[in-house]
């Protein structure tokens, strides 16, 4: 079993950075796509970003040219560089792990965008 933990979450003002982490507790390179998704209140929880084991990227409309994924195997962490947040990105944001048959959740981590 993976187990996946975030980090990184907080309150940031309209315009701050943010960078989020989640760590994998094994197995890191038998999850080759890893993603952040976030959750806002009364909302869907919607993809933000994912990445391939080799380093492919896809983001959310919402966030392209805003927010960056990457992936440290060695270190079996994906973290997530927000830029130029905005009060709309104020959500939980959960780690997403798939190998296509099994999907591992992170406990979630709240980002709140405020002044």
């Known amino acids: 079993q993976v187990q996946l933990v975030e980090s990184g979450g907080g309150l940031v003002q309209p315009g701050g950075s943010l960078r989020l982490s989640c760590a994998a507790s094994r197995m890191f390179f038998s999850i080759p796509v890893m993603g952040w998704y976030r959750q806002a209140p009364g909302k869907q929880r919607e993809l933000v970003a994912t990445?391939?084991?080799?380093?492919?990227?896809t983001f959310a409309d919402s966030v392209k040219g805003r927010f960056t994924i990457f992936r440290i195997n060695a270190s079996n962490t994906v973290y997530l560089q927000m830029n130029s947040l905005k009060p709309e990105d104020t959500a939980v944001y959960y780690c997403?792990?798939?190998?296509?048959?099994?999907?591992?959740w992170g406990q979630g981590t709240q980002v709140t965008v405020s002044s």
């Open positions: 997403h792990g798939t190998n296509g048959y099994t999907n591992y």
């Open positions: 990445i391939t084991s080799g380093s492919s990227a």
